[in-house]
């Protein structure tokens, strides 16, 4: 008997290589900026849009939605473009006004190609900032954290293939100093990295703590392990907007996250300004 022909579905193209993707992006803002490299980047999470005020002077923004490799942002209050910036110290940065979440199911690639742009236009030192929630109740709302460390809960990695990369100072010790200069009151924390978009439960957060997480939040983790894959060091940030569930009695919505960012929006444009002039 003849063998049973089955129609196959048609071949499905390669997956293009992330880093020649990230490679033609950074050609794509090379064209349309006019820079030819990139010394520091910086990516703005919620709350931190105010960030871009007071770094120096704006030399180019283009919408991230138009390079390659890039989407619209998903969530109101997340913005969508990348700035080139001249900072006071003569630094070309690029300012990504917006990031790709985990959560929005465009794969890990998508997540970190701002990352391995920012790579593939030289830059050294990566400043990620986001907002999250807190599990310390002495850091209210407004409170901006370093990450000393992070716990990855994606069960994800950015990595392809056996890459083993090491993340013992993922957190560059060297740039934490750094910011600890410019205000020594900032505190250090361990960041941990669900992939939401729902927020914790209130049993969530208790292990998060009990496994030494301070922060919890939906995005950086991945960011810093593909950083640190291209060799750069990584600044992280946190501003906590909200206490964590169940560490008091209110329940989280996201307007007060928004609200939250405003009125620390000054005081993260300072903070920023003031760090990119030692960076
Ligand atoms: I802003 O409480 C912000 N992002 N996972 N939990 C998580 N992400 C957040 C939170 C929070 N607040």
Redesign the pocket.
Known sequence: MDPVKIDTEPAQPPAPDPFALARTAADALRVTTGIDSADLALVL???WKSGTDLLGEPLASVDLAELPGFSAPAVAGHGGQVLVVRTPAGKTALVFTGRTHFYEEKGVDAVVHGVRTAAALGVKRLVLT?????LNPAWGPGTTVLIRDHINLTAASPLHGATFVDLTNAYSPELIALAQGVDPTLQTGVY???R?PH??TPAE?RMAGIIGGDL???STTLETIAAREAGMEVLGIS?V?????GVTDAP?D?SE?IA??QEAAPRLARLLADLVEVL
């Open positions: 999470g919620s709350g986001n907002g999250c929630g807190g941990v990295q669900f939401g927020y914790e957060v919890v939040g939906m501003l907007t909200n206490a964590a569930a989280l996201h996250v939250a960012g």
